[in-house]
């Protein structure tokens, strides 16, 4: 069994409200599932956008893996996303008329050991928005030191 792999996308959460996810799954290489498991992927410049009715993530980065011969893959190519047609058009559709961003939130393996590609239809904040975000994380951080300094 392997183990799972679980890459975030963490400024992803600060710059945009999530509005909906979905889960897609990726067309790799063999070199790149195998980087990928190692755990040597970065989502954390990426976004997805359409070509010809396909989704692709752009600016993906799955390293090269060390133990491949000729056949080594391009470190930050356009990877295909497959999802269903009834998604597909919904998302060109909302990112056509509402001016939505798909950002790829988290890229992990599933108990199958496929790699998949969570993406969510996004709505990027405001600057007062990210100051609120920070503030109620440092709310929560001192909340947690003196609740755990009472026990």
Known sequence: MQKTVNILNRRAR???E???RYNAGI?????EIKS?????????????EFQ?????????NIEEYAYSRSFSHAPKSERKLLL???ELKSLEKSVQNQGLTIVPLRLF???KGLAKLEIGLCRGKKNYDKRETMKERDTKRDLDRIKKEYK
């Open 52 to 60: 010809n009715h396909e989704l692709f993530a752009i600016n993906t």
């Open 36 to 48: 990928i498991r190692l755990g040597k992927a970065s989502i954390a410049e990426s976004f997805c």
């Open 109 to 111: 393996t599933n108990e």
């Open 27 to 31: 067309v790799l290489a063999g070199s």
């Open 18 to 20: 999530v509005l909906e």
């Open 84 to 86: 269903n047609r009834r």
């Open 14 to 16: 600060f710059d945009y």
